[in-house]
């Protein structure tokens, strides 16, 4: 009896330490997110394919977009207390974009300007332990990147600079890990990583052929987010 006592005393006290989620929950996180390109560019083979601009830019060019660390907001719907979907409404993102890897002095290495990116992504969430205070997720769903700030500039020797801009928005997939700590009255602490595709066209306002855009190169972002926050249960 005495026994029995103390195993009901114990779960008295740690039952209102745990939050755990049930269907019907739902969740809203904060998190502090570093978006990391891990792009592929081919600038100096495709704008080297540009008949007016033959010879501009060195073969192994890049274009290369930086790192940025912003606020990421997210709402989490259960649908069972393993399954959840996640809308990631993240601020927009502005990212430094820059030649990288040209060795020719009339279009030398050189900040073109910047881009910003608004990224909502919808994932579908599998929580492997939801009824204890370690719960790891996986999941899956689709990304639509928006470009807000799109126009560049690039030198060009003694040539006024010509125009750049990033041509498309993008839609992609998203890969998501993570995982939640469980506190008390529904609070939880969470890390969460995810892979995102993400391509777009660059073009160039051709000053050599009747200002038309033409294309310079397709580049593929696709950036690693990590972030790390606090939620809350509802």
Do not use: C
Request: aromatic letters at 8%.
């Amino acid at each position: 009896m005495k026994k029995s006592l103390l195993v009901l005393a114990m779960a008295a006290a740690f039952a209102p330490v745990l939050a755990h989620a049930e269907a019907g929950d739902w969740v809203v996180r904060v998190r502090a997110a570093n978006i990391n390109p891990d792009e592929d560019s081919k600038l100096g083979k495709t704008m080297n394919k540009v008949p007016s601009l033959t010879g501009t830019i060195s073969p192994g060019a890049e274009l290369s977009v930086d790192s940025n660390t912003i606020p990421e907001f997210d709402i989490s719907y259960y649908f069972t207390k393993n399954i959840a979907a996640e809308l990631i409404l993240a601020t927009g993102s502005k990212h430094d974009v820059s030649i990288k890897g040209s060795s020719n002095p009339l279009v030398p290495n050189q900040l073109l300007g910047s881009v910003d990116v608004l990224p909502p992504t919808l994932t579908v969430q599998w929580h492997f332990n939801p009824d204890q205070t370690f719960d790891p997720y996986v999941g899956a769903g689709i990304n639509y990147s928006a470009f807000l700030d799109r126009n560049l500039n690039v030198r060009r020797g003694a040539a006024a600079p010509a125009k750049i801009k990033v041509d498309s928005d993008s839609w992609g997939y998203a890969l998501q890990a993570g995982f939640d700590v469980n506190l008390k009255d529904g609070w939880l602490i969470n890390a969460d990583v995810k892979y995102i595709t993400l391509d777009t066209d660059v073009k160039l306002k051709n000053p050599l052929n009747a200002n038309r855009w033409t294309k310079i190169d397709s580049l593929d972002i696709n950036p690693w987010v990590f972030g790390i926050g606090i939620g809350k249960k509802f």
